[in-house]
């Protein structure tokens, strides 16, 4: 049986993605808006009522439209804007979040996509938090950057037209970023983190870094300890894998690009027992497992397809 999608914002930069990557399905058959009618809400209203599964790439204000216009119990839905993600009667769509979430996101009729910045720090966090070695009153910081396509379109076309934008720009310096919600919630952070987010000079790609002070845990917790609890979380062979602990100084796969293209995400532990000092470091695509790649993920697991299909590991 061919399944119906439809794209609701297929035009934006996550839009365009997830149809590349859906292109040569033959499962799937893409529904589209025809040019003469994009604009009409009727129209829109027609094909998320015609779909099985309607991924929403849009502004906050106009995916909460999209799902009201909604009208049966049988087209199922991946947001992936910010609207839902903390909403308990959406399904968080990080399948490797915990032990059964892709099960709870395969039967889900509504799925909020996550953020990008939060599913690193997600799974660096949370299994240290749920295995009791860190509390979830630590006052955690995070720090991470982002290929500017993360900003969106008129941010793509700022930095495309400007071949000397600076290499590196903190931002977010109120501290009120949207993704902070969903990072406290599903992390089973107590407090929120200080968050200190940067946009990089290039397109792609993204490292979310979560440093710890051991000296302010039990003493028997090493970077050693910590980073074994989060190999034991995940399950060999997926999208998120654990890289072996090393004592190094410096690596060159955690160059932020390193999984672009890919729906891969690739976990550090990185430590220094004398000093009693770790940093948790995740790397992956910001469009790909950070947007694009998660949608086409949780669409698989809504559709009951096989769960890579379209994806690079």
């Known amino acids: 049986m061919v399944a119906k999608v439809f794209i609701d914002g297929e035009a934006g930069t996550t839009g365009l993605q997830i149809r590349e990557r859906l ?22 209203a027609e094909l998320l009522n015609a779909a099985d599964v309607a991924i929403l790439c849009l502004p906050d204000d106009a995916a909460r439209e999209s799902v009201s216009l909604i009208e049966n119990d049988t087209t199922r839905v991946v947001d992936a804007s ?12 990080f399948a490797e979040m915990a032990p059964g979430q892709a099960d709870a996101i395969a039967k889900s009729r509504r799925v909020a996509n996550p953020g990008c910045y939060p599913q690193g720090v997600i799974a660096t966090v949370r299994p240290l938090i749920e295995a009791g070695l860190v509390p979830a009153d630590f006052p955690f910081t995070v720090s991470a950057i982002s290929g500017y396509s993360g900003g969106g379109r008129k941010m793509i076309e700022a930095y495309e037209a400007n071949p000397d934008a600076s290499p590196f720009a903190p931002y977010g310096l109120t501290f009120g ?9 599903y992390s089973k952070m107590d407090i929120d983190p200080l ?10 790609g993204m490292v979310t870094m979560v440093p710890l002070q051991l000296g302010t845990l039990d003493s028997a917790t090493t970077a050693k300890v910590l980073h074994d609890a989060i190999r ?3 399950k060999p062979g997926g999208f998120v894998e654990v890289a072996d602990y090393a004592e190094v100084d410096k690596l060159p796969e955690l160059d932020p690009r390193t999984f672009n293209g890919t729906n891969g995400m690739r976990l550090h532990v990185f430590g220094n027992n004398a000093r009693r000092q770790a940093v948790l470091v995740a790397v992956y695509d910001n469009l790909g497992k950070g947007a694009s790649g998660a949608a086409v993920q949780n669409m698989n697991l809504l559709l009951g397809c096989d769960e890579r299909a379209s994806l690079a590991a």
């Not at 033959?26 to 829109?44: M, Q, T, Y």
């Not at 909403?87 to 968080?92: C, F, I, S």
């Not at 968050?195 to 290039?202: D, E, I, K, T």
């Open 23 to 44: 292109a040569a399905r033959r499962d799937i058959e893409l529904l589209s808006v025809p040019e003469a009618r994009r604009k009409e809400k009727a129209a829109r």
């Open 82 to 93: 910010t609207a839902h993600r903390v909403d308990p009667a959406w399904v968080y769509g």
């Open 177 to 185: 970023h949207k993704h902070l919600p969903e990072m406290r919630a």
């Open 195 to 204: 968050f200190m987010p940067s946009v990089g000079n290039y397109a792609q």
């Open 232 to 234: 034991g979380w995940f």
